[in-house]
């Protein structure tokens, strides 16, 4: 049995009061023993909200790191520098970061591979756009990401890891992917971890759906077999709607 995972991806959103104060709304409604709750705050508000989360279940997450331990990477955070932080995760190779900033298979590989080396749980994202989806490319492409972010990867590793299917088509954009498409996607996922590693680490593996995902649609998503949890974005800066999505993962659990 496989726990929930929620994870909330403030993206550059939040200054360190602001993050307290919104951690503070949060941990009365999120506190929970069935479901994994993770917020991911910018780095500049991780200080803050390590503060704010004292004695609370909720879980630290940054949105990146990078591979190296330390050395001349201007502008780039290492996993050790994060750890230090209470960091327990991070987001690695989200959409946002391969469309703007260039991040590559290769180094979403590098960087999920430093994260388990300190002990932190990378959240990889793959996902297709919506043109790839349209000519029929989704696992072709999918399956390709997945397989990079596993290279030189061991088996006990590849299972901590947590995979976030994220369509391009759906992040921020309002139009979830259906529970059907999600699920597909998100078996077939799983049948590539299978391919690599056998049974029990796909088994093991975590893989979330984001995009667009909100209280509505939340209980229909996570009642699919194959969906363990979502990667949240515009709706985790809402306590009650972050609220409304774990309850919904939690309840699913029971
Ligand atoms: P969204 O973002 O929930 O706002 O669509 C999800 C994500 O980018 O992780």
């Known amino acids: 049995m496989r726990k929930p995972i929620i994870a909330g991806n403030w993206k550059m959103n939040m200054t360190p009061s602001e993050c307290a104060k919104l951690i503070g709304e949060l941990r009365p409604l999120v506190e929970s023993e069935a479901c994994e709750v993770i917020v991911c705050p910018p780095f500049t508000d991780l200080a803050a909200a390590k503060e704010a989360l ?22 780039e955070v290492s996993a050790a520098m994060l750890k230090e932080l209470g960091v327990e995760y991070a987001i690695i190779g989200h959409s946002e970061r391969r469309q703007y900033f260039g991040e590559t298979d290769e180094g979403v ?46 088996a006990d590793d590849a299972a901590r890891v947590v995979i976030a299917y994220e369509p391009i088509w759906a992040i921020g954009t309002g139009r979830t992917a259906t529970s059907a498409q999600a699920e597909e996607t998100i078996a077939f996922i799983r049948a590539v971890v299978r391919e690599l590693y056998g049974e029990a680490a796909a088994e093991a593996v975590r893989i979330q759906y984001g995009g667009s995902m909100n209280p509505k649609n939340a209980a229909e998503l996570m009642a699919m077999p194959d969906i363990d949890g979502g990667l949240i974005g515009g709706a985790s800066l809402k306590a009650v709607d972050f609220s409304q999505i774990v309850n919904c993962a939690a309840e699913g659990a029971k």
């Open 109 to 154: 590989n590098l960087r999920a591979r430093a994260a388990l080396a300190c002990g932190i749980t990378p959240i990889v994202c793959v996902g297709e756009s919506l043109a790839q989806r349209e000519a029929g490319e989704t696992e072709a492409w999918v399956g390709a990401q997945t397989k990079a972010a596993f290279k030189d990867m061991g």
């Open 54 to 75: 004292e004695g609370s279940s909720i879980r630290l997450g940054a949105q990146n790191i990078h591979w190296a331990d330390k050395g001349a990477y201007t502008g």
